[in-house]
């Protein structure tokens, strides 16, 4: 098992940065790509950005594509996502997510282990 555990979420103006983190721990050495996804209310949970543990290949949604940079710190197991000129339509629950495989990186039924979420909300 793989647990994850997201943070760094908050309440930031339109226009600012974040930066999620995700920790994990257990058997990590079984994980071949982290993601993050989000869901805000009322829609569908979204790919947001992915990367390969061994390799560190990147993967980005178009929505958040110049603007997210994901990276990870193998010997912290843990992967970061920094977001950068927020707007208010990536307001969302962030959750971070790993895959046992390399698959589709943007397909959320493929990833494993799934951490709680963390909210980011983005005011205008």
């Known amino acids: 098992q793989v647990q994850l555990v997201e943070s760094g979420g908050g309440l930031v103006q339109a226009g600012g940065s974040l930066r999620l983190s995700c920790a994990a721990s257990?058997?990590?050495?079984?994980?071949?790509?982290m993601g993050w996804f989000r869901q805000a209310p009322g829609k569908e949970r979204e790919f947001v950005a992915a990367?390969?543990?061994?390799?560190?290949?990147?993967y980005y949604a178009e929505s958040v594509k110049g603007r997210a940079t994901i990276s990870r710190d193998n010997a912290k197991n843990t992967v970061y996502l920094q977001m950068n000129s927020l707007k208010p339509e990536d307001t969302a629950v962030y959750y971070c997510?790993?895959?046992?495989?390399?698959?589709?990186?943007?397909?959320?039924?493929?990833?494993?282990?799934w951490g709680q979420g963390t909210q980011v909300t983005v005011s205008s």
């Open positions: 997510a790993a895959a046992r495989t390399i698959v589709p990186v943007s397909t959320a039924r493929n990833y494993d282990y």
């Open positions: 990367i390969r543990w061994s390799g560190g290949i990147t």
């Open positions: 257990g058997r990590t050495f079984s994980i071949n790509v």
